[in-house]
Nanobody, 124 residues
């Protein structure tokens, strides 16, 4: 299974970007897919997660009200709509997926599959 992230790029402060993550390879039914990010010199941090059971979403505090994670048709595709971007949002964004149940969707260590990362830059 490969996760392919796309949609990164440059935006001005206050602008928007939309990231997508699609899984390919063998048939794949994740229990959850998520986005994490890592800025230079910082640890990887949780951004948002989508859990198929109940279509639940979870967000980091900094993402609430600005970012929206949603499924995009197929069970193995999610998008992250990012609005009101600010320079602190600049980072490499990684999508991740997990097939086990009962995991902590905010814990990077619980995810088995990772995409290659897509760079987001935000100018002030």
């Amino acid at each position: 299974v490969q996760l392919q992230a796309s949609g990164g790029g440059s935006a001005r402060a206050g602008g928007s970007l939309r990231l997508s993550c699609a899984a390919s390879g063998r048939p794949f039914s994740p229990t959850a897919m998520a986005w994490f990010r890592q800025a230079p010199g910082k640890e990887r941090e949780f951004v948002a997660a989508f859990t198929w059971s109940g279509s639940r979403t979870n967000y980091a505090d900094f993402a609430k009200g600005r970012f929206t994670i949603s499924r995009a048709g197929a069970r193995n595709t999610v998008t992250l709509q990012m609005n009101s971007l600010n320079p602190d949002d600049a980072a490499v964004y990684y999508c991740a997926a997990v097939i086990r149940r009962g995991v902590s969707v905010t814990d990077a260590g619980d995810y088995s599959y990772w995409g290659q990362g897509t760079l987001v830059t935000v100018s002030s």
